[in-house]
């Protein structure tokens, strides 16, 4: 969950994690094998996090994140996980997400589903890569999201099963009501309606857990295409998605990412490539500054305390550009954070964290979320 804020005059976090009575399974009700019924016997069959916030641009933020795990049918396995968060503020913005994360044929066959409602204030800065932070446009959006990803690797030879394959599916529809506004900004040109794609998934992973990685390298390649046959917009969109992970002094580990984003074609403003906010570019609003194509670079540090408590320091930088070589001359926008994270599976390397960043030098941004960055 993120808070995104263009400065804090005060902020309360509160992140008490609630885990589960570690269950005592009976062998033959979780897994096919002896291995798998030893380790389910301790095994953690959920958690919850309760969180509470207050900035300018939400006032009072409130709301839960809940996860169930069920374990791997065989030793060493992935367990599946199920995500739940809802939230609200008192300016009536509200989300609801349910993601389940699932693995099959030993683990030979992953994905995801991302169902997620949401009913939100928030502010359209224009296009570009200068942009300023006190000038927007306001809107109300509902959004119905669904978005499936499947990858595999069955087909392929023991050297090759780091690399998967699969197809990624996306169906949104979204309403937006803009505010009165007097400014320079224009008004986005693509705004209702439905945006329906279908898109191909490469990846390399190496990478010795999906959660808190210490060790290997992730390299993604995603392109979907988004029609306005059974939609209402056609255009494309693709990401690459370049990660590696390493141990420093005192065992602390290191991650370093790198993302490229492009879209084209008859485009709704908020699929422009721009960050998230809450794993790209931490701290502000979802595509603060977007245009075509974006650059972000990632390095954070990351280091376990003690009892079920770690923390983190980062750096960021982003930049967006219409096309490549002005992409490239564009300016960065910087940030550096820290922040604390609570382990909500250890077992799973599962982790909340609550992260500050001073954005640019000149704005604080706060966030809160379960799951690493990248």
Do not use: C
Not at 160 to 170: A, E, K, S
Not at 333 to 344: C, D, I, Q, Y
């Amino acid at each position: 969950m993120i808070v995104p804020v263009k400065k804090i005059s005060a902020t309360v976090g509160l992140a008490l994690a609630i885990s589960s009575a570690y269950a005592q399974a009976d062998s033959a009700n979780v897994a096919t094998d002896s291995a798998a019924a030893d380790t389910a016997k301790h095994f953690q069959w959920w958690s919850a996090v309760p969180v509470l916030g207050y900035t300018e641009e939400t006032e009072l933020q409130y709301g839960a994140m809940v996860n169930f795990f069920i374990p791997s049918s065989f030793k060493g396995g992935n367990s599946q996980e199920i995500d739940i968060a809802a939230y609200g503020s008192t300016r009536k913005q509200f989300q609801f997400a349910a993601t389940p994360y699932f693995y099959l044929a030993h683990d030979r066959i992953s994905g995801w589903l991302d169902f997620r409602y949401q009913n939100w204030v928030g502010h359209f800065f224009g296009i570009g890569n200068d942009v300023d932070m006190d000038d927007y446009i306001s809107f109300d959006r509902e959004t119905f999201f669904f978005m499936a990803l499947v990858e595999s690797n069955l087909g392929l030879p023991p050297s090759l099963q780091f690399f998967r394959y699969g197809m990624v599916l996306d169906i949104n529809h979204s309403t937006m009501e803009f505010k009165e506004y007097d400014g320079e900004i224009a008004l986005p040109a693509n705004a209702d309606g439905w945006r329906t794609a279908l898109g191909y998934h490469l990846t390399v992973d190496t990478r010795d857990n999906p959660n808190w990685a210490r060790h290997g390298m992730y390299l993604q390649w995603e392109h979907r295409f988004y029609t306005d046959a059974i939609g209402d917009f056609g255009f494309t969109y693709q990401e690459l998605d370049l990660r590696t992970y390493g141990e420093t002094i005192w065992n602390t580990s290191m991650a370093v990412g790198l993302v490229w984003q492009r879209s084209d074609g008859d485009v709704p403003f908020e699929y422009m490539a721009g960050p998230d906010g809450i794993k790209r570019f931490r701290g502000v609003e979802m595509k603060y500054f977007r245009d075509n194509q974006a650059l972000i670079m990632q390095v954070e540090l990351r280091k376990e305390l003690f009892w079920r408590l770690a923390g983190d320091i980062f750096f960021e930088g982003g930049k967006v550009g219409p096309y490549f070589s002005q992409l490239l001359r564009n300016e960065w926008h910087r940030s550096v954070g820290f922040g604390g994270k609570f382990a909500l599976n250890k077992s799973e390397r599962l982790y909340a964290r609550a992260e500050f960043s001073w954005v640019d030098f000149k704005s604080l941004g706060m966030t809160f979320y379960f799951r690493e960055a990248f």
